[in-house]
């Protein structure tokens, strides 16, 4: 749930962005991956049951920390 607040609050600042911010793209493209691979293994864990697909959730961890320290570092160097 926070992580999708996390997204909506990256396009917001996109948008008032007046040069491209990469720590910006960045945090939203490590967003997506995180919610991709944290949720998905666990959804595809629990609905086959398939054991291995347990040691990618971590994966997903490491991308939504990377996502909020890009966040991070684009807020504090963004400019109007």
């Known amino acids: 749930m926070y992580h999708a607040l996390a ?3 990256v396009a917001l600042l996109l948008t008032r962005a007046e040069v491209p911010q990469t720590f910006l793209v960045a945090s939203g493209f490590a967003f997506i991956v995180g919610v ?4 998905g293994s666990l959804y595809a864990l629990s ?3 398939i054991k291995w697909l347990g040691a990618i959730t971590p994966l997903g961890g490491v991308a939504f920390m990377v996502g ?3 966040l991070a570092v684009a807020a504090f160097s963004f400019k109007y």
């Open 47 to 49: 609905f086959s049951g």
């Open 7 to 9: 997204l909506l609050l």
């Open 36 to 39: 991709a691979l944290f949720s």
């Open 68 to 70: 909020w320290g890009c």
